[in-house]
């Protein structure tokens, strides 16, 4: 999700290791800071590009996408979840299992993995998401079929579960 690449303030690259870790946009994300090799990264992503200044904040280039972390579905009792929450941890689970393929140069099994959680959220049936957020998933598994380019299908999928987590986020 893009929250869990935002921070609510600014960082400099100078500042990063004296402060450790941040909490993302994402609420109970976290990004942790580190020194490997000679190099600053952030959750184990390599900084390529470091302090861009932008009119609202700082930019930092990264060699790859952040898996995000959210609660684990163990710890919650499924009995206990909406159709709405069920939907939203399968694509967390999707994305924190999908993120690692896509960045270790296996962006079909990706691209299979998220059309498969994709599916099985529309088959949890209407309670699950709103009519939007539906024909958002619906067009995403058509527009990921369509095109031939597995690097490509992994990100109409995972826009399309992006956008439906936000959705969720706002409708709770």
């Known amino acids: 999700?893009?929250?869990?690449?935002?921070?609510?303030?600014?960082?400099?690259?100078?500042?990063?290791?004296?402060?450790?870790?941040?909490r993302t946009l994402m609420g109970d994300g976290?990004?942790?800071?580190?020194?490997?090799?000679?190099?600053?990264?952030?959750?184990?992503?390599?900084?390529?590009?470091?302090d861009i200044e932008a009119a609202n904040g700082v930019i930092h280039i990264?060699?790859?996408?952040?898996?995000?972390?959210?609660?684990?579905?163990a710890k919650i009792a499924a009995?206990?979840?909406s159709p709405a929450q069920r939907a939203a941890v399968i694509f967390e689970l999707a994305i924190e299992r999908g993120v690692p393929l896509f960045n270790e140069g296996?962006?079909?099994?990706?691209?299979?993995?998220?059309?498969?959680?994709?599916?099985?959220?529309?088959?949890?049936?209407d309670n699950s998401t709103t009519k939007q957020t539906g024909t958002i998933l619906t067009d995403a598994l058509k527009a990921g079929k369509a095109n031939a380019d597995p690097k490509e299908s992994a990100w109409i999928y995972r826009r399309a579960?992006?956008?439906?987590l936000q959705m969720m986020q706002v409708s709770q």
Not at 1 to 18: F, K
Not at 42 to 50: F, L, N, Q, Y
Not at 106 to 120: G, H, K, R, S
Request: proline fraction near 4%; hydrophobic fraction near 50%.
């Open 30 to 50: 976290e990004v942790v800071f580190a020194l490997n090799g000679g190099v600053i990264t952030v959750s184990d992503a390599r900084i390529e590009v470091a």
């Open 79 to 81: 009995n206990t979840m």
């Open 106 to 125: 296996d962006p079909a099994a990706c691209a299979a993995l998220y059309e498969l959680a994709i599916n099985a959220v529309l088959l949890l049936g």
């Open 62 to 73: 990264i060699d790859r996408v952040l898996a995000t972390k959210k609660t684990s579905p």
């Open 1 to 22: 999700m893009l929250a869990g690449h935002v921070l609510p303030t600014a960082i400099r690259r100078d500042e990063m290791l004296s402060q450790g870790s941040a």
């Open 161 to 164: 579960m992006d956008r439906a």
